[in-house]
């Protein structure tokens, strides 16, 4: 077998390199801090490299997280409302509390009744993905070319899958998309493993997780600008102040997915760049070992990805071999798009440290698992049949350590040797 033209540690450091969320990036723009409640970095995207002379696109092998999104609780939007209405009924607010409460209550509005459901943020982050896709593989989706798209069972994801299919139906009314929710392919989009279990909360990572957790909130500012009283009236309502704050950074985070202006009913004025940066590294680092390559649970999550290359090798083999238009659609969860990066070693979606006070150093889940962060294999023949593939995240051309010299393309034989060489795991 031949050997990958990138260490592990060239690909950390690459990633270092690129894909952090700095105290800098956050005070630049909050949203950074957000991590997989951020929406689709769509201003990220630049133009392609445009194929060899002579190679045309016809298949694309898609995986993709839902769009933007509600919280997916309840008591995420009413235990914080409580409290700050259990100030205000005792004129326990300050002039900024009052104006907080305000915006929380149309939030809460908001979201009443679509706890965990698609926004039409959402909607038009799937428009957008479709757009692009046929206006950069025209050839792909001509004609009556069949589609086959398959989601979760999960509303908001079946939901993403439609707005997919709207949109591409709009652009090409002769497509013939067949679409399905449910697992019944096996583990197409894997699914959490059975020994996962035993990383809970008393596991090594989970008291560090705990630990990051204590350290990164410090209420006793935001406390002061809220309340003439301080932490009373959160106690009351059944929060400590430290998840109050909690809870307002999550409101502040989903924010900019809803379907209201987020600069009138956004939060993140409330909070110091400092305090949303320390925040930031709770979710990051547990998104980094529960969905990413932390080496202390990749073993445990690689029985996910097995079945997530071996199908997507499966399904390739089907398109090459039969050399016509045609695509494979899969809709799901960061839960399963981000453990599916680190398994392929995306450079930015891996990782060799276990501190939870380094980890944002070099990974960031608003790089990895934004709102409807997906990956696409886009493959091209020519006259001679010969195969070539390209990778896209988010819509950019992106290096695994696969065989190649004609970055970012991979003759189709050396990709399909590093994928399988993948599911060999020791």
């Known amino acids: 077998m031949k050997k990958p033209i990138l260490t592990l540690l060239a690909l950390v450091s690459a990633f270092s390199a690129n894909a952090q969320v700095s105290l800098k990036d956050v005070q630049e723009d909050p949203c950074q801090s957000a991590n997989q409640l951020r929406c689709y970095p769509v201003s990220e995207i630049v133009p392609l490299t445009p194929a060899p002379k002579g190679y045309s696109p016809f298949y694309m092998y898609y995986i993709g997280r839902h769009g933007s999104r509600y919280l997916t609780r309840e008591s995420q939007y009413k235990e914080p409302l409580q409290a700050l209405e259990a100030a205000h009924d005792a004129g326990a607010l300050t002039e900024k509390g009052e104006d907080v409460l305000r915006r929380v209550r149309v939030i809460n509005d908001e979201a009443r ?154 939060l993140y004025d409330i909070f110091t760049p400092e305090e949303l940066y320390n925040m930031s590294r709770i979710t990051n680092y547990e998104i980094y070992y529960k969905y990413g390559a932390s080496p202390e649970t990749r073993l445990a999550k690689a029985p996910m990805g097995v079945p997530m290359v071996q199908h997507l090798v499966r399904h390739a083999d089907e398109a090459v071999a039969a050399g016509v238009p045609y695509a494979t659609m899969r809709f799901c969860h960061d839960g399963n798009v981000g453990p599916f990066a680190a398994f392929l070693r995306v450079p930015f979606a891996v990782g060799t440290e276990v501190d939870p006070h380094v980890v944002s150093d070099f990974y960031s889940a608003s790089d990895v698992v934004p709102m409807a962060t997906n990956i696409q294999f886009v493959f091209f023949h020519n006259a001679d049949n010969d195969v070539i593939v390209k990778v896209l995240f988010c819509e950019k051309e992106v290096r695994l350590p696969a065989e190649t010299d004609m970055f970012p393309y991979y003759k189709w034989s050396d990709l399909r040797e590093y994928l399988v060489s993948l599911t060999d795991v020791k």
Request: charged letters at 25%; aromatic letters at 8%; hydrophobic letters at 35%.
């Open 113 to 266: 009744g679509r706890v965990g459901a698609l926004t039409q943020v959402g909607v038009k982050q799937l428009h957008g993905i479709a757009e692009r896709m046929f206006a950069n593989f025209p050839q792909i989706f001509m004609g009556e070319t069949e589609v086959d798209a398959r989601s979760t069972e999960v509303a908001r994801v079946v939901l993403t899958m439609c707005a997919w299919s709207e949109r591409m139906k709009e652009l090409n009314p002769k497509l013939n998309i067949i679409r399905e929710s449910g697992d019944h392919d096996g583990f197409e989009w894997g699914g959490n493993t059975p020994d996962m279990k035993q990383f809970g909360s008393s596991s090594a990572p989970g008291m560090r997780a705990a630990q990051i957790r204590d350290e990164s909130l410090q209420p006793e500012r935001l406390e002061k600008i809220l309340f003439k009283k301080p932490a009373k009236y959160v106690k009351d309502s059944g929060l400590d102040t430290k998840e109050f704050m909690f809870q307002l950074y999550q409101l502040a985070s989903g924010a900019q997915s809803i379907d209201l202006p987020v600069e009138e009913y956004g």
